[in-house]
């Protein structure tokens, strides 16, 4: 009896470890690419997305396209010729709409869905093909909506605010990415939105720390959003730019919650934004990480704009098992979200969060 029990429990386990292995095999119905795994918030959606699909008892295979577009295609075209049912793509490359079209055509040619994310493609590139969608935000929202909580702190606190007394908030500002819709969008609306506010409040308008820099911006170089770029520029900017100089950075804009980390990191470091009774410099990102809610509760970093990951993992899981249902639309029962009125493109709403309601 024992060795029966034994050998049927061996069975089960041997069952449930395939069960595991097929959710994330190369056969698997579903694969996923991912710009990076190293991107915070991406992070996030990855495991929304896993945990969706998990429980929807669909096979499905991750990919990390590392911040490389050559890599991810090569990923793409691999999973297709290995039978995917399904592509989920978060486009490394937003530049243009080679890198988008070149995976259209792909998968059209294999009669397989595709549906991409988070980093937007143009409306031709979904347009041109009946089973394909896009899930994300609107680009703009992000940035208006940031703009407009920078610049009501900002009018509202503006003695504390204004370090050296002059009349007017130096900002420094870090950008995620050239040629990026939403960097380009959070990078414009953060600062005008803001400036409208501070206007209408008899206020001057921010003023960037640097008069040389024609941009108005630091930009991550790699394209990678990340704490570590931020870390470095903030670093290098507190040398020159401080209150014993007289011409203290006074606020910090981010276009993510990851380069927000890293810009706190920095000002840690010479002696601000350390929790309750330090001295302040307002930080402000976007995405509502888990990291930076734990830094607004902790007094470290004052905003952020909520970027719903588990929002946007859903609607994708929805439309993946409408394809391998078999259903007529991808857009199938997706009632409950907007969607553009031209082209199939689902959006995931944005909000303010400034640290939970007591």
């Known amino acids: 009896m024992k060795r029966k029990i034994l050998a049927l429990t061996l069975c089960f386990l041997l069952s449930a470890v395939s069960l595991v292995s097929c959710k994330k095999s190369d056969s698997a119905d579903v694969h ?22 998990s429980d929807m008892e669909i096979s499905y295979q991750d990919h990390d396209g590392a911040g490389n577009q050559t890599t991810q295609t090569e990923q793409i075209q691999t999973a297709i010729t290995k039978g995917a049912k399904a592509i989920v793509v978060n486009i490394v490359n937003t530049g243009s709409d080679d890198a988008a079209n070149g995976i259209v055509s792909m998968a059209k040619n294999a009669g397989i869905p595709v549906i991409f994310f988070n980093r937007e493609v143009s409306d031709s590139v979904i347009t041109s093909y009946d089973k ?6 609107k680009a703009e929202e992000a940035g208006i909506l940031q703009g407009q909580m920078i610049g009501e702190y900002v009018r509202d606190n503006f003695a504390s605010v204004d370090i050296n007394g002059d009349g007017e908030i130096s900002y420094i500002l ?37 008069g040389s820099n024609p941009n108005k911006y ?10 570590s770029a931020a870390n470095e520029y903030m670093t290098t900017a507190l040398t020159s730019y401080s209150e014993k100089h007289g011409n203290m950075i006074e606020l910090v804009i981010c276009n993510n919650d990851g380069m927000a980390q890293g810009a706190i990191s920095a000002l840690n470091s010479a002696g601000y934004n350390l929790g309750e009774g330090s001295r302040m ?6 995405d509502a990480t888990d990291a930076a809610k734990d830094l607004i509760e902790n007094k470290k970093m004052t905003g952020t704009i909520k970027q719903d990951a588990e929002g946007m993992a859903k609607a994708i899981s929805k439309l993946v098992k409408n394809v391998l249902d078999g259903k007529d639309s991808l857009l199938h029962g997706m009632s409950e979200y907007k969607v553009d009125d031209t082209v199939s493109k689902i959006r995931i709403a944005y909000s303010k969060y400034l640290g939970e309601e007591k």
Do not use: H, M
């Not at 410099?281 to 976007?286: E, L, T």
């Open 132 to 137: 394909c969608a896009f899930v994300g935000t």
């Open 281 to 286: 410099i307002p930080v402000f990102g976007v």
């Open 174 to 210: 870090f950008k995620g990415e050239e040629g990026n819709n939403e960097a380009i969008y959070r990078t414009q609306y953060s600062v005008e939105e803001a400036n409208k506010i501070l206007t209408a409040a008899g206020k001057k308008p921010l003023k960037f720390y640097d």
């Open 32 to 53: 996923v690419f991912y710009y990076t795994y190293s991107d915070t918030y991406i992070s996030g959606v990855r495991s929304s997305l896993d945990s969706a699909l």
């Open 218 to 227: 630091l930009v991550d170089r790699n394209g990678q959003w990340s704490a």
